[in-house]
Every structure is written in C-alpha cells, then in structure tokens.
C-alpha cells in the first residue's frame, strides 16, 4: 500500500461529488465482518430470519456497529459468493425456514433432515438439494397460503423486478435446470443466442417453475427487508460487498452480454484477474468476462447505475471489491494458462463515479484498494472521497510500520475474508507462501508493534486497529474468537474446501460479549 500518498493532501473533489467520504461514520466506530452463512443454526447454513436479526442485537449489546457480509448474490461455482449467479438476486439458501413454517408454507416436520447437517461448517453438496426441495414446496404452497397482504406484495416485487432483472433471472435457472446445470454458453444455440421463439416455448412449457422461482426472491427479499429494518432500528449498519466483476455463468452474462467483451456465443477474448502477487506468485486467472467500457459510457452507465441503486436498497453501506480495475485492470488471453499472459488496460476512470452521482446523489462507497501500490489508483480514490482498506497483516509485520499512519479517511481491517486468520496469519498457516524466515520475522515484528504476546495475538491486533484513527475499524469474528488456519473463510486460487466457516451458537455466547465490549469500550469506539 502507498502510505505517503494516503497521507498527502486529498486532491480536488470533482464538482459532481456532494460529499466527501459518505461511507465513513463522523465519530471512529467498531464493526465485525462475518458472511450470513456463517450465523449459527439447526438448518445446515446461517440465515437471514431470527438468527440474523439475533446476532444484530449481539452487535448492538457489545457496540460493533457496523456489520460486514460477503456478496448476497446466488452462489454458483465453487459456491463462490464472488461468482454469482445473478448480480441482482438473492441466495435462497439463507432464507430463513422458520419463517416459513410460521407462514404455514412449511410444516416442522418438513425441515427435520436439514437438522442431520453439519452445525460448524456448510456442506453445500448435501444443503442444496434438501432446501431447494423445501423451498420449492414452500413457494407451491404460497398462493393457497399465503395471506392476501403477503400475495399482494409479492405480485408488486414481481411487476418492481420483472423486466429489470427477475424474469431473466427465472428463465435462466429453468434454462440451467434444463441443461443439466451447465454453463449458458454450452447450451443449445437457440437459447444461447435467446432466440423468441424458443424462450417463450420455454416460458410456457415452465410457467408454474418460473413463478416458483420469482415467489422464493420474494421470499427472500422479505426476510432481508425485515433484517435491514431491524437493524436500523439496533442503530447497525449493514455492510454489503459488491464484486466489481459478474460471473461468466450467470444470469447477466447470458441476458445481457452487450456489457461484455464478448460475442453472440458468449467467448470472450480476453477474462479478468490478477498479477502475481501476495496471494499467488502466477496471479490469479478469475476468467471472469471483462466489462466493455466503450459500451457503458456511451449508454451513461445505466447498468451500473441500476447495480448500485438495487445494492444501496439492501444495504448501507458497500465495498466495491478489485476497485484498482475502474483505474486500469489486468487483460489476460482467453487461453492463457496463467495470470503472469496479461497485461494492463485502462478502466473508465473519474466519468464513471460522476456518472453514478449523477444518477444517485451520494455514494457510501468503501474501495477495495488493496494489491501493489499505485499512486494512480490512490489518486482516483482520493479524488472521488472514498475511503480505503488498511490491513493489519500486511502492514504490522513491517518493521518500520507506524500505527499513525493509519488514515482516519480508511476502515482498519485486522484481516480480510481471503486471508488467514490473525493467528493462523501470525504462526504461518497452510498454504503461506512466505517462508520461516519471513514468518519470523513478521512475528517479531507484529510483537513489537502490538506490545503483545503470541498467546493472545488475535485480541492485540485488534486492540492495534481499534486504537487507529481510522474512523471505521472492523475484525473478522473468527479474530474476536481467537480461531487459528480452521476458521479460514477463503484460500484465493483454490476453489474447495472455502466458504464453509460457521460460528456455534456457544462460540458467541456472554464471555464472546464480554470480550468484545472491553475491546470497543476501551478503544473510545462506543
């Protein structure tokens, strides 16, 4: 990270900008990041129903106002919420199924095999066949059962969404279904290149399915609307994260690949990714499809502008994941066969945020600025007000690193969703690619620089970030529990063995609370 140039004077703010560093609360806060499939349950993944709105109280009682989650989006491969199915629907898998039962759309009984899953780990091969089952039966129900406000609701987010990404979004499920879960591009022409004539064949032959699937987003979008009332009134914020790229396998590649560097059949000729860097000495090949700009500007960002908006619906504030690509992002060959083929290529820039304040007023945008530093991207951010991340592992094993040089104008993060946890990070967990030298002497130094002990390495970087002037600090909560390499969230590169992390219901129980209201109490972040 560039230390010097977050620390210079903030270049002029463009006139289109209203306001400066809009994410950011005006006195220093506390928060947690933790993914809603993490939350605790009987039900075999964490849900957004009474168990959310339980750990919004946690939050509340111990002062960490500000919750942090991954994308919300439909998981797709690798159960990647970085690799959604849809950048606008919700994942049925964290509806709440007590709600349900309590609808009468689901009978106890019903739920009673999801109760054999593991309760510290999501097995989503053995989850996703049993809920999609429960809550198709749900939504089969819905019309019979459900009561007249609640159908009428429905029938208003449906005609809300249908044309804006709902009805492409169930035609693309029923279309996946079809093919035997295949990717789109590997589907008969006809529906790859969205003939009329096939897709209303389609729409007709699945009319009862499709309405299944648009009565489970409603479902969903229920629930969460209840969640987002519920903590406001708790006075937390929710903390949403917004990958910057769409999933190749998803609803928006395949009904609108216009947006994309991509042709009718959907090949692209160069995918996203990254450089060699801290986390992969080849780069990373995401393969995700590369935005065409040319094409987002001529049409005034208006994709964008209904991507920001839907998110800024659901959530408070949002991090904008890879935000180095809107500057300039890494090209790579469609048949590379690693990251280090690629090369840079400009983004659309400044235009880009005015064009979304444009169409939206103010932005509480958090920039995902982590990788090499780039004094161009540090500009960018500065110049749209948007705050940073700083994160303590890679900055307090440095020797010369200075806790003041934290900016107020950041979030101080003790470690991100794709790295180690604090102790795994610190005793050098599976899959560091620094070698014992390195781990010994980022030991030392984080020792040093916390005035702390091995013991308790967890709880001293935390104390470091919450006694930043960074005006918003956040931990993992597998940092607040002390939780070595197990309760790793993600490994980048690899595609299993991630996503699975739970909390128990005991793990965040009166000595959890106790912990985390010294640690905010004593940071002056209450």
């Given amino acids: ?56 109280d946690l939050l509340a009682e ?102 804006r990404w709902l009805n492409d979004y169930a035609l693309y499920r029923i279309l996946k279904y079809r093919h035997g879960h295949r990717a789109w591009t590997e589907w008969d022409r006809p529906f790859v290149r969205r003939d009329p004539e096939a897709l209303a064949y389609v729409e007709e032959i699945s009319a009862d399915r499709i309405a299944e699937i648009k009565i489970i987003q409603f479902l969903f979008y229920d629930q969460w609307q209840r969640l987002r009332t519920h903590a406001a009134e708790r006075g937390v914020q929710l903390f949403g994260d917004m990958p910057i790229y769409i999933a190749f396998d998803s609803a928006d590649a395949w009904g609108h690949n216009e947006l994309l560097r ?47 908006r839907h998110a800024m619906s659901l959530m408070d504030l949002v991090r904008i994941d890879h935000f180095r690509a809107f500057n300039d992002y890494w090209a790579i060959p469609k048949d590379a066969k690693s990251a280090r083929e690629g090369a840079w290529e400009d ?19 958090i920039a995902e600025d982590l990788g090499e530093p780039n004094r161009a991207v540090d500009e960018l951010r500065d110049r749209q007000r948007f705050p940073g991340m700083k994160v303590l592992q890679f900055l307090a094993g440095d020797p010369e690193f200075d806790p003041n040089s934290i900016p107020a104008e950041s979030v101080c993060y003790t470690s991100t969703h794709d790295n180690d946890t604090a102790r795994g990070w610190f005793e050098g967990g599976p899959g560091d690619v620094r070698t014992v030298r390195e781990i010994q002497a980022a030991q030392r130094a984080v020792l040093k620089n916390t005035r702390g002990k091995a013991a308790t390495i967890h709880l001293d970087l935390i104390r470091l970030g919450f006694g930043s002037k960074a005006r918003l600090a956040i931990a993992l909560m597998q940092d607040f529990l002390g939780l070595g390499s197990e309760g790793r ?7 299993a063995n991630n996503w699975q992390w739970r909390a128990t219901e005991a793990q965040l129980g009166p000595e959890l609370r106790a912990t985390i209201r010294k640690l905010v109490t004593a940071s002056g972040r209450a």
């Fill in 262 to 308: 991509i042709d009718v059949d959907g090949r692209p000729n160069k995918v996203a990714g990254v450089p060699p860097d801290y986390y992969s000495e080849d780069g990373q090949l995401w393969g995700n499809p590369l935005y065409d700009w040319a094409y987002h500007a001529a049409h005034g960002y208006r994709w964008w502008i209904d991507r920001v």
């Fill in 489 to 495: 969230m993600n490994t980048p590169g690899t595609s």
């Fill in 347 to 365: 983004g659309p820039g400044d235009a880009f945020f005015e064009a979304l304040r444009a169409g939206l007023g103010s932005l509480p945008i």
């Fill in 1 to 56: 990270m560039n230390d010097a140039a977050t620390e210079s004077q903030p270049a002029p703010l463009p006139a289109s900008a209203p306001e400066s560093y809009a994410a950011l609360p005006a006195k220093r806060r506390a928060g947690v990041c933790m993914h809603l499939s993490s939350l605790p349950g009987d039900y075999g993944i964490g849900e957004i129903g009474v168990q959310a709105r339980q750990f919004v």
């Fill in 62 to 163: 111990t002062g960490l106002l500000v919750w942090q989650f991954l994308p919300l989006g439909p998981t797709g491969y690798g159960d990647s919420p970085y690799q959604s199915l849809s950048t606008f629907a919700g994942n049925e898998m964290l509806i709440d199924l007590r709600d349900l039962v309590e609808l009468g759309l689901l009978k106890p009984s019903e739920l009673e095999l999801l109760k054999a899953l593991p309760r510290d780990r999501v097995a989503y091969g053995e989850l996703i066949p049993l809920k999609s089952q429960l809550l198709a039966l749900a939504a089969r129900r819905f019309e019979e059962r459900a009561g007249e406000d609640l159908k009428a609701q429905c029938e208003a987010f449906v005609a809300e969404h249908g044309r």
